[in-house]
C-alpha cells in the first residue's frame, strides 16, 4: 500500500477515534485506592477488549495478575512465517485531582481549541485510540502478527503485569514490542523515548510522642516530629535545588534532544521570574540523573490544625534514578542517611517502599530502524530521541523476559498534554499522525523477516 492511501484511511477513521476515546475517557479507570468504584477498571477493560476484538483479535482475554488488576491480552496471528509486534498500553489512570481546577469535566471527553480534553485522554487512553486507528487502517492488509496488552494498573507502581510477564513469557513473546506510553518532544516532532528513569517511592513515619500535646504546656523541649522531618529531609537538596543524596553520584549527561529552557518553563507552567533548580542543563537534571522530591506530608492541614506538637507525621518521597544508576543502591543510601540523620532518636519507620529500575532501549536494530523511516514519513521530519523522567516499569520486565525483542516507547503524550495533571489534553493531530507511523511500521513488515511495500 502506499503511503498516501494509508494516510487517507487513518483521516477516515479519526471520527471513530474520537467516539472510542469519549468511551474510554467516560470510564474512572483509577486503579485501587478506593477513590472510585473498582468496576469502573472492570468496564474499561470490557471497553477495551471489545474495541480490540471487532478489529480481527479473536481470543481477547482479561487475565487477572498479582496485584489484583486485570490486563487485556489478545492475539491476531500473521501469515506463517511473519514477525510479530506486541503493542503495550494501560487503560488505568491518574485520579483526576483538584476537580474544581479542570475546565471542563475529567470524565467527559470535551474539545477546546482543536485540542481533546479529558482525564486518560492522552496518557494512556489515547494511545489505545492510535492504536486502533492504526489497525483499522490497515484492516485485511495486515502482514504481521500482532499481540496486544493493556495494563490495568500502571499508574499504581503495583507491578502486576510486570510479575505476569515474567511468569509467563510466552504470552507477549514477540519480535518487536512498541510500548505506546510517551510522546513526542513537541507537536510534530517524531520523537522515541529511548530512557526510563527508575523511581523509588517510600513512605516514612517519624514519631516522638504517643499523641499530640497542647503547644503552649509542653512546646519547647517536646521533641517535634514535623522539625526532625525537615531536618531530615532538607540536606536532600543543594542550595542551587540539585538532589544530594549522601553516596550517590550525579554528574549525567544527556546524549540526545536538548529541552529548550523557554519550552521547559511553558510546559512546566513556571511562574515568571520564578528560577530554574539545579545546575546541570536541563535535559540532563530531567533524564540522565535523579530527582528526589517530597510528594506527601501528613501533618494537620491549616485549615484543621490545633496549636499542638504533633504525635508523628509522614511523609511520601520519590526518587527518579536514571540509567547508570541503580535503585537498590539509592534506596540504601537515602535510607542510611535518613536514618542517621534523625535528631532527638525520633522513631522512623519505613513503608510501603517501591521500586522500579531505570530502562534503556536498544537503537541499533531493525524494528527501530524501520519506526524510524516510518515516524519519518508520517511526520515529514526525522525522528529524534528523548528521555522521559517518569518510569513504566513493565519496559524493564519486557526487556529481561524477551531479550531477542526490540523494544521501542512512542506514544501521543507530547508535553502539552499535561498529563497526571488538571486539564490533560491530547492533540488529535497527534493521535492521527502517530497511527499513520504506526500503520506504515505494520505495513513495512514491522523490521522483520517478511516485506511489504511501504510506498515510496
Ligand atoms: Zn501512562
Same mark, same amino acid.
Not at 503511503?3 to 477515534?17: F, K, L, P, Q, Y
Not at 523511516?373 to 526487556?399: D, K, N, W, Y
Given at each position: 500500500?502506499?503511503?498516501?492511501?494509508?494516510?487517507?484511511?487513518?483521516?477516515?477513521?479519526?471520527?471513530?477515534?474520537?467516539?472510542?476515546l469519549e468511551t474510554l475517557v467516560a470510564y474512572r479507570s483509577v486503579a485501587g485506592g478506593g477513590q472510585f468504584?473498582?468496576?469502573?477498571?472492570?468496564?474499561?477493560?470490557?471497553?477495551?477488549?471489545?474495541?480490540?476484538?471487532?478489529?480481527?483479535?479473536? #481470543?481477547?482475554?482479561?487475565?487477572?495478575?498479582?496485584?489484583?488488576?486485570?490486563?487485556?491480552?489478545?492475539?491476531?496471528?500473521g501469515p506463517p512465517g511473519s514477525p510479530t509486534v506486541l503493542l503495550y498500553s494501560h487503560y488505568d489512570v491518574?485520579?483526576?485531582?483538584?476537580?474544581?481546577?479542570?475546565?471542563?469535566?475529567?470524565?467527559?471527553?470535551?474539545?477546546?481549541?482543536?485540542?481533546?480534553?479529558?482525564?486518560?485522554?492522552?496518557?494512556?487512553? =489515547?494511545?489505545? @485510540?492510535?492504536?486502533?486507528?492504526?489497525?483499522?487502517?490497515?484492516?485485511?492488509? !495486515?502482514?504481521? =502478527?500482532?499481540?496486544?496488552?493493556?495494563?490495568?494498573?500502571?499508574?499504581?507502581?503495583?507491578?502486576?503485569?510486570?510479575?505476569?510477564?515474567?511468569?509467563?513469557?510466552?504470552?507477549?513473546?514477540?519480535?518487536?514490542?512498541?510500548?505506546? $506510553?510517551?510522546?513526542?518532544?513537541?507537536?510534530?516532532?517524531?520523537?522515541?523515548?529511548?530512557?526510563?528513569?527508575?523511581?523509588? %517511592?517510600?513512605?516514612?513515619?517519624?514519631?516522638?510522642?504517643?499523641?499530640?500535646? %497542647?503547644?503552649?504546656?509542653? =512546646?519547647?523541649?517536646?521533641?517535634?516530629?514535623?522539625?526532625?522531618?525537615?531536618?531530615?529531609?532538607?540536606?536532600? %537538596?543543594?542550595?542551587?535545588?540539585?538532589?544530594?543524596?549522601?553516596?550517590?553520584? #550525579?554528574?549525567?549527561?544527556?546524549?540526545?534532544?536538548?529541552?529548550?529552557?523557554?519550552?521547559?518553563?511553558?510546559?512546566?507552567?513556571?511562574?515568571? =521570574?520564578?528560577?530554574?533548580?539545579?545546575?546541570?542543563?536541563?535535559?540532563?537534571?530531567?533524564?540522565?540523573?535523579?530527582?528526589?522530591?517530597? @510528594?506527601?506530608? #501528613?501533618?494537620?492541614?491549616?485549615?484543621?490544625?490545633?496549636?499542638?506538637?504533633?504525635?508523628?507525621?509522614?511523609?511520601?518521597?520519590?526518587?527518579?534514578?536514571?540509567?547508570?544508576?541503580?535503585?537498590?543502591?539509592?534506596?540504601?543510601?537515602?535510607?542510611?542517611?535518613?536514618? +542517621?540523620?534523625?535528631?532527638?532518636?525520633?522513631?522512623?519507620?519505613?513503608?510501603?517502599?517501591?521500586? +522500579?529500575?531505570?530502562?534503556?532501549?536498544?537503537?541499533?536494530?531493525?524494528?527501530?530502524? !524501520?519506526?524510524?523511516?516510518?515516524?519519518?514519513?508520517?511526520?515529514?521530519?526525522?525522528?529524534?530521541?528523548?528521555?522521559?523522567?517518569?518510569?513504566?516499569?513493565?519496559?524493564?520486565?519486557?526487556?529481561?523476559?524477551?531479550? $531477542?525483542?526490540?523494544? @521501542? !516507547?512512542?506514544?501521543?503524550?507530547?508535553?502539552?498534554?499535561?498529563?497526571?495533571?488538571?486539564?490533560?489534553?491530547?492533540?488529535?493531530?497527534?493521535?492521527?499522525?502517530?497511527?499513520?507511523?504506526?500503520? !506504515?511500521?505494520?505495513?513495512?513488515?514491522?523490521?522483520?523477516?517478511?516485506?511489504?511495500?511501504?510506498?515510496?
Open positions: 500500500m502506499r503511503v498516501e492511501e494509508i494516510s487517507t484511511r487513518v483521516n477516515g477513521m479519526m471520527a471513530r477515534a474520537w467516539d472510542d468504584p473498582p468496576e469502573e477498571c472492570d468496564k474499561a477493560a470490557e471497553a477495551v477488549a471489545r474495541m480490540f476484538a471487532s478489529e480481527g483479535f479473536a #481470543d481477547v482475554r482479561l487475565v487477572e495478575t498479582s496485584d489484583g488488576s486485570k490486563a487485556v491480552l489478545g492475539h491476531r496471528p491518574q485520579p483526576p485531582l483538584d476537580e474544581g481546577a479542570w475546565q471542563t469535566p475529567p470524565w467527559a471527553l470535551t474539545e477546546r481549541d482543536g485540542r481533546w480534553y479529558g482525564r486518560g485522554a492522552a496518557d494512556c487512553k =489515547g494511545n489505545i @485510540v492510535m492504536q486502533l486507528t492504526a489497525l483499522r487502517a490497515l484492516a485485511d492488509d !495486515l502482514r504481521v =502478527g500482532v499481540k496486544f496488552v493493556s495494563e490495568g494498573s500502571e499508574e499504581q507502581s503495583t507491578g502486576g503485569l510486570a510479575a505476569l510477564v515474567r511468569r509467563r513469557p510466552d504470552l507477549f513473546q514477540a519480535d518487536a514490542v512498541i510500548v505506546c $506510553d510517551t510522546g513526542n518532544a513537541e507537536i510534530g516532532l517524531p520523537t522515541a523515548t529511548t530512557d526510563l528513569r527508575g523511581a523509588l %517511592h517510600v513512605t516514612m513515619t517519624v514519631s516522638a510522642l504517643s499523641s499530640p500535646v %497542647h503547644c503552649g504546656t509542653f =512546646g519547647g523541649p517536646t521533641p517535634d516530629p514535623l522539625n526532625a522531618l525537615i531536618a531530615m529531609l532538607a540536606p536532600l %537538596h543543594s542550595a542551587d535545588g540539585d538532589t544530594t543524596i549522601p553516596g550517590i553520584e #550525579d554528574t549525567g549527561e544527556w546524549g540526545g534532544v536538548a529541552y529548550p529552557e523557554e519550552r521547559y518553563r511553558r510546559d512546566a507552567k513556571l511562574l515568571p =521570574g520564578v528560577a530554574l533548580a539545579g545546575t546541570g542543563a536541563i535535559a540532563d537534571m530531567l533524564w540522565a540523573r535523579h530527582a528526589l522530591t517530597v @510528594v506527601g506530608i #501528613d501533618c494537620p492541614g491549616v485549615a484543621v490544625s490545633a496549636p499542638a506538637v504533633q504525635g508523628s507525621v509522614r511523609a511520601r518521597l520519590n526518587v527518579r534514578v536514571p540509567h547508570g544508576s541503580d535503585v537498590d543502591v539509592v534506596w540504601q543510601a537515602l535510607r542510611k542517611h535518613l536514618e +542517621s540523620s534523625a535528631p532527638w532518636n525520633v522513631e522512623v519507620r519505613f513503608d510501603e517502599v517501591k521500586r +522500579s529500575q531505570p530502562f534503556r532501549s536498544r537503537t541499533d536494530g531493525p524494528a527501530y530502524a !524501520l519506526l524510524a523511516a516510518s515516524m519519518e514519513q508520517a511526520f515529514g521530519r526525522a525522528m529524534t530521541t528523548a528521555g522521559q523522567g517518569g518510569s513504566i516499569p513493565v519496559c524493564v520486565a519486557l526487556q529481561e523476559s524477551l531479550p $531477542d525483542a526490540e523494544i @521501542v !516507547l512512542i506514544g501521543v503524550e507530547e508535553p502539552r498534554c499535561l498529563i497526571h495533571a488538571p486539564n490533560e489534553s491530547v492533540d488529535p493531530s497527534e493521535i492521527e499522525r502517530m497511527a499513520l507511523a504506526l500503520a !506504515l511500521f505494520l505495513a513495512g513488515g514491522a523490521g522483520g523477516r517478511t516485506t511489504d511495500t511501504t510506498g515510496e
